[in-house]
């Protein structure tokens, strides 16, 4: 079973989590940050980076991820955070969060992307587009989606008007007219142009 071209690690034998985020480009709800801890071994054929896998390929590979993971974690920065220290601050925030909940030290970190503060002292590397490069990666960009996308859809029941339901708080043409309709909810990032 080949998952699809994505390498097993960057540094072997050590101890190596895989970072990613989801839901910076929305217009509503929080940012999603995974961190994740992949056995050397581990290969799933749907893995991939989260964005070229469908939405129920990415629910069918999350609780695999998590069964099998050696260490995983999510967290999430709330979209009052967001509009104070902006997306990309409250991105990587986000990832540390996740890395201070799993249960095992990484001693590498390796990141989608290529901004990222220090952790501590863990040495750690940027790499542009890493979640169709690296498992743990695209591990952790499965899981961020994934657990985003939950909470989401929760909000969607209480705000129907948006099309959260659809499109995720995504800047889609419905939900653009649905603010200026109905204008924000309590979970709209205010620092973010609507009217693009």
């Not at 709800?29 to 980076?49: C, K, R, T, Y």
């Not at 902006?86 to 990832?95: D, E, F, P, R």
């Not at 959260?164 to 200026?180: G, Q, S």
Request: aromatic share 10%; charged share 25%; glycine share 6%.
């Amino acid at each position: 079973m080949k998952t699809f071209n994505l390498l097993p690690y960057m540094n072997r034998g050590i101890s190596e989590a895989g970072c990613d985020e989801a839901g910076r480009g929305c217009l509503a709800g929080p940012v999603f940050a995974a961190a994740v801890i992949l056995p050397e071994d581990f290969s799933h054929p749907l893995l991939n980076d989260s964005k070229k896998m469908t939405e129920k390929q990415r629910n069918q590979l999350r609780p695999i991820i998590e069964h099998e993971a050696i260490a995983w974690a999510v967290a999430s920065v709330d979209a009052n955070e967001i509009d104070e220290i902006n997306i990309l601050q409250a991105s990587i925030k986000c990832m540390h969060m996740a890395l201070d909940k799993l249960s095992q030290r990484p001693q590498y970190i390796i990141v989608d992307g290529n901004r990222f503060r220090p952790y501590g002292d863990i040495p750690f590397s940027c790499i542009i587009k890493g979640d169709g490069k690296y498992a743990s990666i695209a591990a952790a960009s499965v899981l961020a989606k994934t657990h985003r996308d939950e909470y989401m859809l929760a909000l969607a029941e209480k705000y129907p008007m948006y099309g959260w339901k659809e499109n995720k708080a995504y800047p889609t043409k419905k939900h653009r007219e649905a603010i200026l309709k109905y204008g924000v909810s309590p979970y709209h990032r205010l620092s973010y142009k609507f009217d693009r």
